[in-house]
Nanobody
């Protein structure tokens, strides 16, 4: 499966962005999709993920209540709505896919940069 992330940009603290991860090349609804981020000098961290059906979700504690992940299997797209953005959310955001019966994310999209100014 090929993934294309988009939607990053520059936003002021308190603002919102919606990231999109468009998939192609395989049966999209057979994959769980995760959003990861990596800030300069920091390790990559998993921000959120959604199961193949869209029912099960996970959020990093620091984004819980501010970010919402969703998927539209008809459009082969996963969204990450980010509200109340903080400067510490600044990072390159990546989407990744793993088969529903696997733990490792095998497929990665290119990153999209999110910059939150104070």
């Amino acid at each position: 499966v090929q993934l294309q992330a988009s939607g990053g940009g520059l936003v002021q603290a308190g603002g919102s962005l919606r990231l999109s991860c468009a998939a192609s090349g395989s049966t999209f609804d057979g994959y769980a999709i995760g959003w990861f981020r990596q800030a300069p000098g920091k390790k990559r961290e998993r921000v959120s993920c959604v199961g193949s059906s869209g029912v099960n979700t996970y959020y990093l504690d620091s984004v819980q209540g501010r970010f919402t992940i969703s998927r539209d299997n008809a459009k082969n797209t996963v969204y990450l709505l980010m509200n109340s953005l903080k400067p510490e959310d600044t990072a390159v955001y990546y989407c990744a896919a793993r088969a529903a019966n696997k733990v490792v994310y095998d497929y990665w999209g290119q990153g999209t940069l999110v910059t939150v100014s104070s």
